[in-house]
């Protein structure tokens, strides 16, 4: 997928950083969800494995997934 979707309760800003597993960051910008759904367009990434930090009201939140 072109597409990684995020579902949230928040409707707030949420900033983003997507990092290599070397800890290169590749990415980074900002989102507001739609109906509780917020998606980042990673089809300018190359296949691989990456991390995936979100930055919310709530705290910061990490998540590791795979570009095909």
Partial sequence: SNFVSIKTK???NISYVI???DGREVFSGNIIPENETAK???SSLSSGVYMLSLNTNSGVLYSKFIKE
């Fill in 19 to 21: 990092n290599t597993l």
């Fill in 10 to 12: 928040s409707l707030a």
């Fill in 40 to 42: 980042i367009d990673i």
